[in-house]
């Protein structure tokens, strides 16, 4: 699936500065659990930061961009559905943005209509089955969603713009990824609207939320 989103969505991504972030989910780099658990021992929750035999080491802001890729965006990043006094100005100021938002919420409730509802969302897996074609499929190659399927809603009869099958993925990928929440298999639909805006291209501080993440999940 990354591979497709790659190779298919390789100037929105560049577009929306994901490039070297997507890269780096797909390759990554080597794991160690012993190394892991060695450093987990030294950490500190109280001061979030680890105890070596060298010095105090912490999650620095410029060395977690190195190795994620992720930028320090002016946007906080938040999960939530716009009102409608949002959607209204969202509407006015950034028709494009407020079109790929109705597409994807569109298509999320579809989805949740065809594979059931997981808590306040869908399976992450449901989802991706959706957006993607063949991915449990051995030796078939992964394609985007089909043009038409069976639906009565309207989105179903047309096809998926970039924009939207983008930040479609990208739900999947914060979740996965970046900003990890539990239920860990489900999707809630509050993360169409901060996807949306990284499919195109707003700067969101996708760093500080990993960082605030992982310091979250060490406590």
Same mark, same amino acid.
């Not at 680890?50 to 190195?66: D, I, K, R, S």
């Given at each position: 699936m990354t591979k497709f989103v790659l190779e298919e /969505?390789?100037?929105? /991504?560049?577009?929306?500065? /994901? &490039?070297?972030?997507?890269?780096?989910?797909?390759?990554?780099?080597?794991?160690?659990?012993? +190394?892991?658990?060695?450093? &987990?021992?030294?950490?500190?929750?109280?001061?979030?930061?680890?105890?070596?035999?060298?010095?105090? &080491?912490?999650?620095? &802001? +410029?060395?977690?961009?190195?190795v994620s890729g992720l930028i320090l965006g002016d946007l906080p990043y938040e999960e939530f559905v716009p009102g409608s006094t949002e959607l209204k100005l969202l509407k006015k100021t950034s028709p494009e943005?407020?079109?790929? /938002?109705?597409?994807?919420?569109?298509?999320f409730h579809i989805c949740m209509q065809l594979t059931g509802a997981r808590g306040s969302g869908i399976k992450q897996v449901s989802w991706a089955e959706y957006l993607f074609q063949n991915l449990t499929t051995k030796g078939g190659s992964v394609t985007r969603l089909p043009v038409k399927f069976e639906s009565f809603h309207y989105q179903a009869l047309i096809p998926i713009s970039n924009a939207a099958l983008l930040a479609g993925f990208l739900m999947l990928w914060l979740k996965r990824c970046v900003v990890p929440t539990r239920p860990v298999d489900a999707l809630a639909i509050e993360v169409v609207y901060p996807a949306v805006l990284l499919a195109h291209g707003r700067p969101v501080s996708l760093l500080s939320a990993m960082v605030g993440c992982l310091q979250y999940g060490l406590r």
């Open positions: /969505l390789e100037t929105p /991504l560049a577009q929306a500065g /994901l &490039l070297i972030p997507m890269r780096a989910t797909k390759f990554g780099i080597i794991q160690s659990h012993f +190394h892991f658990f060695s450093i &987990l021992e030294k950490y500190s929750p109280e001061t979030c930061t680890f105890f070596t035999p060298v010095e105090e &080491l912490g999650f620095a &802001l +410029h060395e977690m961009h190195e943005i407020y079109a790929t /938002l109705w597409e994807v919420m569109c298509h």
